[in-house]
């Protein structure tokens, strides 16, 4: 059989991939890293429902993606957001799975949840069914923040016909 230069090429390649070093696997997270992730998840639950701004889980680069709608960028602009969202809703929120996966110093969670939401200006509440991605990331301070949040609802949206 002979090779074509660019069949050279690829044979090289994966030779010189096979030779290489692998890189180390991360570090287990530890207990304390799935205690730090889970009470970030419960602050913001906290903020959410008691409608505290502040937001002081999330990382200064957060990018939250609400359904939609343009994806938020930065705390900011993520209090206002939220600010917005609040002067519409009595919100009260809950999560009803939580699967965590780190690598390293970042952290993804794959979550479920309800959200009830009432007018401020009046009418019946509603309550959504969601599902999203959280990733969290351990800070040069060694605390964990919320980096990226995005989330949909199970419910299809109505078509207004």
């Known amino acids: 059989m002979i090779l074509r230069p660019y069949g050279l090429a690829i044979l090289g390649l994966a030779l010189l991939a096979a030779c290489a070093p692998r ?3 991360p570090a287990t997270a530890t207990p304390a890293d799935t205690a730090a ?3 970030v998840r419960e ?41 917005g969202f ?10 009803t799975s939580s699967k965590l996966v780190f690598a390293g110093d ?34 040069a301070s060694g605390a964990w923040k919320m980096v990226q949040d995005i989330w949909n609802s199970d419910t299809a949206p109505a078509t207004g016909h």
């Open 106 to 139: 970042l952290a993804v969670e794959h979550y479920t949840g309800s959200l009830t939401m009432t007018p401020i200006a009046g009418g019946r509440p509603t309550t959504e069914v969601f599902k999203g991605l959280h990733v969290y990331r351990r800070e």
């Open 37 to 39: 992730v889970n009470a």
């Open 86 to 95: 609040l002067r519409q809703f009595r919100v009260s929120a809950a999560y």
């Open 43 to 83: 602050q913001e639950v906290a903020a959410v429902s008691t409608g505290d701004t502040t937001l002081a889980y999330m990382a200064d680069d957060i990018v939250i993606m609400p359904p939609n709608e343009p994806a938020v960028i930065g705390v900011p602009a993520a209090r206002a957001w939220f600010a």
């Open 23 to 25: 890189a180390e696997l």
